[in-house]
């Protein structure tokens, strides 16, 4: 089930606002199990893998806060949740990836190839497991107390404005909204809005954009000019996608009186690449922002530390998107324009100087656009 299809619009979400707001409580549990419904619409064995992680990190947040907890204890606990999450991760979206590409290794060598598993991709696991993570982090720093009611936290990581394709929103910034949050119309009105802005960016924007993108990239050898005319309207349709969908689920969670953090903001106005994944997907990146650079030191060490903290992290990006080599490459390029942006010292704000500011939009503009040429190749041939 998708926002755009008939059967959301016109039965589902028209049912799970009028149940709601008639509940006088109990609106977390009903949330988890419309959210449950939603997500096992496509594929309801998913709904149990989902329950499992969302277990695993409940567990993990009580073990590294019980009493007379040590830190080696705490530290085992931490690990057993990010590493089952990890894992979960790994096999469902990853696990093809390796098998193929251990395939063509062995047909390079005239080995015989091997089939050991169809892996059916659940929707939606990288953005319910990287939730689902942050909290078992933000409880071993003690930045987060842990959850008492398995069912608030099951409605955090299950629910379905912002479980399909994010914003991925953190329990430290909703953990009061799941024990109290405000109902009015005024709020009801401004995530109806939104909802409608980023549904009319998906289908009057991103729709016809995409379809004038596919028909010249299906073409041999398209004209230099319509490939340069693909390659903006593909821009144009993944941020009118990406956003529109933002937006979207923003709205639906402002209708049922949550605040989720922006995850768009003028992208394309940016000045620079270090701008640029400022305001692009802002809670991804400044999810690995958080739980990997800065762990692996940030920019506390020597330049060559820094520099290889960030393509570690725009590598992973990458692939984060996607299991194919085309988003590994992609992650790598955005990794090194950061890394020449920080050698060279370019201020990340651009130039007071209007005509600076515009010269430095324009090449951010065309970096940008490049790297979708990338992130839409099928392979690397």
């Not at 990997?292 to 960030?310: D, F, H, I, K």
């Not at 990338?374 to 041939?381: E, G, Q, Y």
């Amino acid at each position: 089930m998708v926002f755009t299809s008939h059967i959301f619009l016109f039965y589902f979400l028209p049912f799970v606002l009028f149940v709601y707001y008639l509940l006088p409580r109990g609106r977390n549990f009903f949330l988890l199990c419309a959210s449950y419904v939603f997500y096992g619409w496509w594929q309801p064995w998913f709904v149990f893998l989902m329950f499992f992680a969302t277990w695993v990190n409940y567990l993990g947040g009580i073990a590294i806060t019980r009493p007379g907890a040590t830190g080696r204890s705490r530290k085992l606990a931490l690990t057993l949740s990010v590493g089952v999450s990890l894992s979960l991760l790994g096999f469902f979206k990853y696990f093809m990836f390796l098998e193929n590409n251990l395939n063509d290794l062995l047909a390079l060598l005239g080995s015989e190839t091997f089939s050991i598993y169809v892996v059916t991709l659940p929707i939606g696991i990288s953005f319910y497991i990287f939730q689902s993570l942050s909290y078992s982090v933000d409880v071993y720093r003690g930045e987060s107390p842990p959850v008492r009611s398995f069912f608030d936290f099951a409605c955090y990581v299950a629910l379905f404005p912002q479980l399909i394709a994010g914003p991925i929103v953190r329990y430290n910034t909703i953990a009061d909204q799941l024990v109290e949050r405000d109902h009015t119309v005024q709020k009801f009105s401004s995530g109806t809005a939104l909802f409608i802005l980023g549904f009319a960016k998906k289908i009057l924007l991103a729709n016809p954009m995409g379809e004038i993108a596919d028909s010249v990239f299906a073409a041999d050898s398209p004209a230099t000019l319509d490939a340069w005319f693909a390659v903006t309207a593909y821009a144009f349709q993944i941020y009118f996608d990406f956003s529109g969908y933002s937006d979207m689920a923003i709205g639906l969670g402002t209708m049922f009186g949550f605040t989720f953090p922006e995850n768009f903001r003028r992208p394309y106005s940016s000045v620079s690449i270090t701008d640029f994944w400022r305001r692009w997907h802002i809670t991804l990146s400044t999810w690995f922002r958080d739980y990997l650079y800065v762990p692996l030191g940030g920019s506390r060490g020597s330049q060559r530390e820094t520099l290889r903290n960030l393509m570690i992290v725009f590598i992973l990006t990458g692939l984060w998107h996607g299991a194919n080599w085309t988003f590994i490459v992609w992650g790598a390029y955005y990794g090194v324009l950061i890394c020449l942006e920080r050698v060279t010292n370019q201020r990340p704000v651009g130039d007071a100087d209007v005509s600076a500011r515009a010269a430095r939009r324009a090449v951010t503009l065309l970096l940008v656009m490049f790297g979708w040429v990338i992130f839409r190749a099928v392979d690397m041939s």
